[in-house]
């Protein structure tokens, strides 16, 4: 976030509940609706031209990703954020070289153990 949005604010650990975590057939992050499950992360308020610069980032213009308001629970406190949303739902592999980031971001998000066990370990090894 720091590169691409050097003005954000963390906000908080954040809970998506009736979504899961995968990876899609594309190779990327991506969350697709399941009454059953939540996605644990992290969020950040993004000021100014940092919307756009992550629109660009995550291919919004091409279609790669749609951005959706959706309720994220921050310290217990239900409260819309964006998120962006990959439209293939199939799952997938990821690269190596994403693995090696996605393992980055887990040490800074400090998610629960066994919510990275059980969800994110299924597609990104540690």
Known sequence: MQDRCPDHQFMGGGVLKGYRWI???RGYANII???LDVVYGV???IFGADEQELD???GV???SYRKELLSVEINGVPTDCLVYVDSTEDEGLPT???INRIN???VDADLPADYVEGC???FVPG
Do not use: M, P
């Open 61 to 63: 213009s091409g279609g």
């Open 33 to 35: 609706r399941s009454s």
């Open 104 to 106: 980055k971001g887990l």
């Open 23 to 25: 990876i899609s057939a």
């Open 96 to 98: 190596i070289e994403y």
């Open 43 to 45: 969020v950040y308020e």
């Open 56 to 58: 660009d980032y995550e």
């Open 120 to 122: 994110i370990r299924n």
